[in-house]
């Protein structure tokens, strides 16, 4: 199934323009959920709107209010929203070129994908997305997303090009309160010597596949053997050192560090066997998903058991 766009509209700059469509660039479906039951019938619990004074409500009654005093309400319907319309509705006009590095990451929201609209778009998308990756530069445009006007930047990814909206500069507190009373302090510099030692030792190339989500590899390996009616096995927590001076701690440390693992793409080859050459190991399977894996224990609980031998 083609994937469905979550904004259609036009990218523009002065005069020149294209279709575009915008699609959401993560997804949080493989993440595990819970869902709330009924402790004795474990039936799925449903959430129901309820008024106070009427009880249990339908849904189709209900509607968008404004609370522009303690429980006083504007009641806002879809056609005084419709009646908001700005240029961003379904243009980005791009209103200016800044430096990638310029953008401080604390702002950067969400990230998406996007891509032309339609066989007559490519050429303009392309002349545009090009320009940008050769002058190193992000877009800045604007965009209505959710009933909300958003700041974005746009730049070059692949054939493609990468839009992220940016936080609002009053969703961003300020660093005083937090880091306000940290005092100003000179390390030493034997210290500074050592940690940046110990910093060069685990200097690598980033993949994100290195880092999977172990509490989230955890948390399934938990359901599968509850699946299986084995009791979770519960991991001890990690001991805590003892507490040694800095300059102690640094030293063990660099003695003990190990220089970070080559990535896999620039691993050098291992130097051919003499002995008979073994056949390449098969890919590792598939992790199942946890319908397939609840199938499977179903499937396995079905089987009569075995009969014993005399």
Not at 209 to 223: F, G, H, N, S, T
Not at 229 to 242: F, Q, S
Request: glycine share 4%; aromatic share 6%; proline share 7%.
């Amino acid at each position: 199934m083609a994937p469905r766009a979550s904004w259609k509209g036009y990218i523009k700059l002065s005069l020149v323009s294209c279709p575009v469509k915008m699609y959401p660039a993560t997804s949080a479906s493989e993440r595990i959920t819970f869902n709330q039951l009924h402790k004795d019938t474990h039936n799925r619990i449903n959430m129901k709107p309820v008024d106070p004074e009427l009880g249990l409500v339908e849904r189709s009654d209900l509607v968008k209010g404004y609370e522009y005093e303690d429980k006083q309400y504007i009641i806002i319907d879809e056609s005084d929203l419709d009646a908001v319309r700005i240029e961003s509705n379904h243009t980005m006009n791009i209103e200016a070129f800044v430096d990638e590095d310029e953008v401080d990451v604390i702002y950067q929201d969400a990230p998406y994908y996007l891509a032309p609209d339609g066989a007559m778009a490519e050429e303009t998308f392309a002349v545009l997305r090009e320009a940008m990756r050769q002058s190193g530069k992000l877009a800045i445009a604007r965009l209505v997303l959710t009933n909300r006007e958003r700041v974005i930047t746009i730049g070059a990814r692949e054939n493609g090009m990468f839009v992220t909206v940016l936080r609002n500069p009053s969703e961003v507190r300020g660093t005083a309160e937090y880091f306000g009373n940290i005092p100003e302090v000179k390390p030493d510099q034997e210290m500074l010597d050592l940690a940046e030692k110990l910093i060069e030792q685990k200097v690598k190339e980033f993949n994100p596949k290195d880092y999977e989500d172990r509490y989230e590899v955890a948390l399934m390996q938990m359901i599968r053997e509850k699946l299986k009616g084995h009791k979770p096995i519960i991991a001890a927590a990690p001991e805590r050192g003892n507490v040694i001076n800095l300059m102690d701690a640094l030293k063990a440390s660099l003695g003990q560090a190990k220089p970070a693992a080559p990535s896999k793409a620039k691993a050098e080859p291992a130097a051919p066997s003499k002995a008979k050459a073994e056949p390449a190991e098969k890919p590792a399977a598939k992790k199942p998903t946890l319908k397939e894996a609840v199938a499977a224990s179903k499937a396995a609980a079905a089987k009569p058991a075995a009969k014993k031998k005399a």
